[in-house]
């Protein structure tokens, strides 16, 4: 089954958006397989977001990242990366349609409050970065509920 990576960044913790975030993706049917509050240091932000080194936002960017915990979490179930890239909305929240998170909740690029894997294989190394020791294996009682 596919997974993603999807982190609440400091903004959304700052705001008290956990909860709010984690119960649309569980709400969707969803599984959660990873989960943690964590500070990263500059250099984990870089390498996390090493592709846009080259922006001009880069170091803002990273700065960001690291002004305060974030959430680190798996999601599983099917098409979940694109479907989790739906539910956050668009990268830029004038552009996000209300009732997705960041349509709903933010207003700046800068400021978007979350993160979701763009593609199955930035998924695959993005869980392999933050999840280094691995997620948990189990299965929601509520699996035959959710597919056929
Ligand atoms: P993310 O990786 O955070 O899910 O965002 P994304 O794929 O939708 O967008 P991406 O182009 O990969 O940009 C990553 C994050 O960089 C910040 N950003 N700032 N100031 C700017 O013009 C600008 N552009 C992008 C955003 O926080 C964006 O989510």
């Not at 189990?138 to 699996?143: K, Y």
Request: proline share 4%; aromatic share 10%; net charge neutral.
């Amino acid at each position: 089954m596919e997974q993603t990576f999807i982190m609440i960044k400091p903004d959304g913790v700052q705001r008290g958006l956990v909860g709010e975030i984690i119960s649309r993706f569980e709400k969707k049917g969803f599984s959660l397989k990873g989960l943690k509050l964590i500070s990263v240091e500059r250099a984990f932000a870089e390498k996390h977001y090493e592709d846009l080194s080259a922006k001009p936002f880069f170091n803002g960017l990273v700065e960001y990242i690291i002004s305060g915990p974030v959430v680190a979490m798996v999601w599983e179930g099917k098409n979940v990366v694109a479907t989790g890239r739906k539910i956050i909305g668009a990268t830029n929240p004038s552009d996000s349609a209300p009732g997705t998170i960041r349509g709903d909740y933010a207003v700046e690029i800068g400021r978007n409050i979350i993160h979701g894997s763009d593609a199955v294989e930035s998924a695959r190394k993005e869980i392999a970065l933050w999840f280094p020791d691995g997620t948990v294996n189990w299965q929601s009682s509520l699996h035959s509920w959710i597919y056929e």
